[in-house]
């Protein structure tokens, strides 16, 4: 009975102690699997800190680096739409319910650039109206007998890359070269001349009579050209 007390006490010994082992080892393994799954929240801690900071770039804020620049683009694209349709709404007004306007629309002056001799003018048409009209293409001049004379070529670099709506009351401009300055051009004396508008389907009928600046101006058919209407006259541009 001794003997299988002592076999029965180092069995329960060794029975406890492989235990023990297999315990130790399974905390181990659980060790190295808690390891390996810290490693990996770890590992995709960077994307996940990406995600954050492309939320933020949607929500309008600045987004740098990495994913999260690319996230903070896509938030900026999401908001380009927004622009694109008020631009787009905006154009289609001015190019669908917005009239063009007619020479009854709006009063054309002419005032002298500055330099001597005079050789450019501006011309400004100013919507009396009373509702907004669109200002097509650019003023078609008549330096003489409106029946005869051919209208003042335009400019192409001047025009503007959207149309000139003028509300009611408000102005637009066009330059306008009369000659070159030289002294022995071809001029002649102009104290009034014609300008007539577009229409949407080509020239406007009816026409304008304005007045020459005081002095009159001296014109050269051969070298005289037309800017576009715009809402203000631009540097390069409107220069020519």
């Not at 905006?90 to 306007?101: E, H, L, Y």
């Not at 048409?125 to 004379?149: E, H, M």
Request: proline residues 5%.
């Amino acid at each position: 009975m001794r003997t299988f007390r002592t076999r029965t006490t180092v069995l329960a010994a060794t029975t406890a102690a492989l235990a023990l082992a297999l315990t130790a080892c399974g905390g181990a393994d659980d060790a190295g699997t808690k390891d390996k799954k810290a490693a990996a929240s770890v590992s995709q801690g960077t994307p996940g800190t990406g995600a954050t900071e492309s939320g933020t770039g949607q929500d309008g804020r600045t987004s740098t680096g990495g994913a999260s620049a690319s996230a903070g683009t896509s938030g900026g694209d999401a908001s380009t739409p927004t622009t694109s349709a008020a631009q787009t709404g905006t154009k289609k007004k001015n190019d669908g319910r917005t009239p063009a306007c007619t020479a009854d629309d709006v009063k054309i002056s002419a005032v002298k650039q500055d330099g001597v001799p005079t050789t450019h003018i501006t011309l400004t048409a100013t919507n009396v109206s009373g509702r907004s009209c669109t200002l097509l293409q650019y003023p078609l001049i008549a330096f003489g007998d409106i029946q005869t004379a051919k209208d003042v070529p335009s400019v192409p670099k001047s025009k503007p890359g959207t149309p000139v709506v003028l509300s009611a009351g408000a102005p637009a401009y066009a330059a306008v070269r009369i000659n070159d300055g030289g002294v022995d051009e071809q001029n002649r004396a102009v104290t009034s001349f014609n300008v007539n508008l577009f229409a949407k389907d080509g020239p406007a009928e009816g026409s304008k009579v304005v007045k020459a600046p005081a002095g009159g101006i001296a014109v050269d058919d051969a070298v005289a050209r037309t800017g576009y209407w715009t809402h203000e006259l631009r540097n390069g541009a409107d220069e020519f």
